[in-house]
């Protein structure tokens, strides 16, 4: 079975930083993609950032040039850093890893206050 174990959400003021981690484990014959998603109260899940196998990175516009996303291919594990936090970027943070199937961390609580 696949898990994946996210950390690194909290409260922060507006202009702050964090950086989410998501570690995967189990056993995954192949990944096609990690990213970040987010779900805001009220709103639908939204993509945030995605990097594929090849390394390509994808960001919605929302997010680019605040948000960067990086990976440890060797401990399997995605990383999301966050710049210049805003408000509207408050949110549950989903890690999401694109295989076989398609697998889903428990979320990370966001908040950013004003």
């Known amino acids: 079975q696949v898990q994946l174990v996210e950390s690194g959400g909290g409260l922060v003021q507006s202009g702050g930083s964090l950086r989410l981690s998501c570690a995967a484990s189990?056993?995954?014959?192949?990944?096609?993609?990690m990213g970040w998603y987010r779900q805001a109260p009220g709103n639908e899940r939204e993509l945030v950032a995605v990097?594929?196998?090849?390394?390509?990175?994808n960001y919605a516009d929302s997010v680019k040039g605040r948000f960067t996303i990086s990976r440890d291919i060797t401990k399997i594990t995605v990383y999301l850093q966050m710049n210049s936090l805003k408000p509207e970027d408050t949110a549950v943070y989903y890690c999401?890893?694109?295989?076989?199937?398609?697998?889903w961390g428990q979320g990370t609580q966001v908040t950013v206050s004003s």
């Open positions: 999401n890893l694109e295989g076989t199937r398609r697998y």
């Open positions: 189990g056993i995954i014959s192949s990944i096609y993609s």
């Open positions: 990097i594929s196998s090849s390394g390509r990175v």
